[in-house]
């Protein structure tokens, strides 16, 4: 079974202050949780020795210094950010795998038509990654833990593509309705945030810095396969990002 740990950067509905959206997601198989909490969490007892209780990891929140990193300067916290990208840079496919879509103020400026196309994009991606396991004698299933922000929106879109399926096909490998959570509630979610977080950087702030370090992770049919996990959705002409710029090729 692999569970995807879905969460947002940006604001879908917030145009006016930005220029991008993305929804990012962590899929990791379930033999793998347990020791990826484990590093993180000695993470954190690197930079809070004296604290039991587990502290949520948001990127934003690190690399603007704000809640409990208020106290940290900026060597410090970017210490931090760079801690947890590396868990997910040495992570090895298929133990855990990548998806992003991106969407600019160029293609889809309403919050119901942005949220149904990043969603529609990652699980049909994800279900394409479940597919081609199968055919290779690797029979995994797919559960979605989404966080809760949009919990509405989500539900209603992923109970269309239960009964009507995606614009890409029936999604035949993932079970079972979403689950919704915070980030407080699991590691895992965490690193999805840092995931969108990663891509949010470098299309809003042209800063590829932490997507350099996980652009490996992307789903990609072989090793030396374009990252097809990762989509920028654009009406932008001759885009040459990451995404793009194969895709055109």
Same mark, same amino acid.
């Given at each position: 079974?692999?569970?995807?740990?879905?969460?947002?950067?940006?604001?879908?509905?917030?145009?006016?202050?930005?220029?991008?959206?993305?929804? &990012?997601?962590?899929?990791?198989?379930?033999?793998?949780?347990?020791?990826?909490?484990?590093?993180?969490?000695?993470?954190?007892?690197?930079?809070?020795?004296?604290? $039991?209780?587990?502290?949520?990891?948001? +990127?934003?929140?690190?690399? *603007?210094?704000? &809640?409990?990193?208020?106290?940290?300067?900026?060597?410090?916290?970017?210490?931090?950010?760079? /801690?947890?990208?590396?868990?997910?840079?040495?992570?090895?496919?298929?133990?855990?795998?990548?998806?992003? =879509?991106?969407?600019? /103020?160029?293609?889809?400026?309403?919050? =119901?038509?942005?949220?149904?196309?990043?969603?529609?994009?990652? *699980?049909?991606?994800?279900?394409?990654?479940?597919?081609?396991?199968?055919?290779?004698? =690797?029979?995994?299933?797919?559960?979605?833990?989404?966080?809760?922000?949009?919990?509405?929106?989500?539900?209603?879109?992923?109970?269309?593509?239960?009964?009507?399926?995606?614009?890409?096909?029936?999604? $035949?490998?993932?079970? @079972?309705?979403?689950?919704?959570? $915070? #980030?407080?509630?699991?590691?895992?979610?965490?690193?999805?945030?840092?995931? +969108?977080?990663?891509?949010?950087?470098?299309?809003?702030?042209?800063?590829?810095?932490?997507?350099?370090?996980?652009?490996?992770?992307? @789903? #990609? #049919?072989?090793?030396? *396969?374009?990252?097809?996990?990762?989509?920028?959705?654009?009406?932008?002409? =001759?885009?040459?990002?990451?995404?793009?710029?194969? #895709?055109r090729a």
């Amino acid at each position: 079974m692999y569970l995807l740990y879905v969460d947002e950067s940006g604001d879908p509905n917030g145009w006016s202050n930005q220029a991008n959206f993305v929804l &990012g997601a962590v899929a990791i198989h379930e033999g793998q949780v347990f020791g990826l909490t484990k590093q993180l969490d000695g993470i954190q007892q690197k930079y809070f020795p004296a604290t $039991t209780i587990p502290i949520p990891f948001h +990127a934003e929140e690190i690399s *603007s210094g704000h &809640g409990r990193f208020k106290s940290f300067d900026k060597v410090t916290r970017q210490s931090i950010l760079h /801690d947890v990208y590396d868990v997910i840079a040495k992570m090895s496919f298929p133990n855990l795998v990548l998806f992003a =879509a991106c969407v600019d /103020d160029t293609a889809l400026p309403s919050i =119901a038509e942005t949220l149904d196309v990043v969603l529609t994009d990652i *699980s049909s991606r994800f279900n394409i990654m479940l597919v081609r396991q199968f055919n290779y004698g =690797a029979p995994n299933k797919g559960l979605m833990i989404v966080d809760q922000a949009h919990e509405d929106q989500y539900r209603k879109l992923v109970a269309g593509f239960q009964t009507k399926g995606s614009k890409y096909g029936l999604l $035949t490998h993932i079970v @079972d309705i979403p689950y919704f959570a $915070t #980030r407080k509630d699991t590691r895992m979610l965490q690193l999805a945030d840092f995931c +969108a977080y990663a891509v949010f950087r470098y299309y809003e702030r042209k800063d590829a810095t932490y997507l350099e370090m996980i652009l490996e992770r992307f @789903d #990609r #049919r072989s090793l030396r *396969s374009p990252p097809e996990g990762l989509k920028h959705i654009t009406q932008r002409p =001759a885009c040459q990002c990451v995404a793009c710029s194969w #895709r055109r090729a």
